[in-house]
């Protein structure tokens, strides 16, 4: 139920944004071609990306939420890395457009009519984009949305262009100086260029499952503050995402008097501590190693009678200490 009522509120903020961003498009080419500004083309021609990005963006979490089957046994949720990287990638399109827009009104530079209008259009459809920007920002993490992070940051991106925009258009406004609305637009486009190398580079971390230091920092922390003496000792841990699913594997060491069935329900508490914890969103891989003597220094297990050392050393489980694959 819990995960049904988030996949709600994805679709539902998602379908707003790709609402929005069509209106905020329209606005801008409106204000375009009431100003002439190459400013505003560069703002309005990041909106068409918008509402691309936004509609794919629907797309891959409607598929994201499919459960896994025959063909995709980890899921469907990295499409929504994909998605991230479409987007990023119609962002330097979208960049290379308003940096030739930008170079034009620089060594051409053409009178803007209909300015005071233009400037308070351009300041609405700032402050909306503001908005809505921080809401999917705020909705994807909470959901653990990739796709709605990502679009969500596209659009506050919109949001500081359409500002710059502004800032721009009335510094012209005040100085007469017309050229100022082509150096604004090749501001804006370098601003869209960095936005969009962030998304792809968020992209290609997550399809090539790059490691998540926050994550398993997390996990490390967990697995140390629930640690009992019979786990000797943890490492090898590794952890990744697959949309709002999590997949986590480590090798545990205990006892090697230890009963199959004993070790079993270890495993068992293990994994439902993750259920716990991550909500019913992790699935855990626990691979059991017997101990062996070197391990008898960091044992903390009582009258063992398979102990060759007594316990010298007090481990400490950091993410470096787990992650290690000894």
Known sequence: ??????????????????????LLMAVKFYIYFLTHSAAVLSDA???????????FALWSIFLAAKPPDAEHPYGHGKVEYFSAGFEGALIVVAAVG????????????????NLDLGLWLVLATSAVNGALGGFLVTIGKHTHSLALVADGKHILTDAFSSAAVVLGLGLVKFT??????????????????????SLLKTSFAGLMDAS????LREISELLAQHRKTIWIDIHRLRAWRSGRRLYVDFHLILPRHLPLVDAHREVAELEELFRVHFKGAAEVLVHVDPCQDPECPMCSMPQCSKRSHPKSVSTFWSQSHLTTRE
């Open 212 to 215: 998540d230091p926050q994550l």
């Open 98 to 113: 308003v940096f030739w827009s930008a170079w034009h009104q620089i060594h051409r530079p053409h009178p803007l009519p």
């Open 176 to 197: 007469g100086w017309y050229w100022i609305d082509g150096a604004v637009a090749a501001l804006v486009g370098g601003h869209i260029l960095l936005s969009g190398r």
């Open 1 to 22: 139920m819990m995960e049904d009522h988030a996949q709600r509120r994805r679709l539902q903020a998602i379908a707003l944004s790709l609402t929005l961003s069509s």
């Open 45 to 55: 021609l990041e909106s068409i990306v918008n509402v691309i990005a936004s509609g």
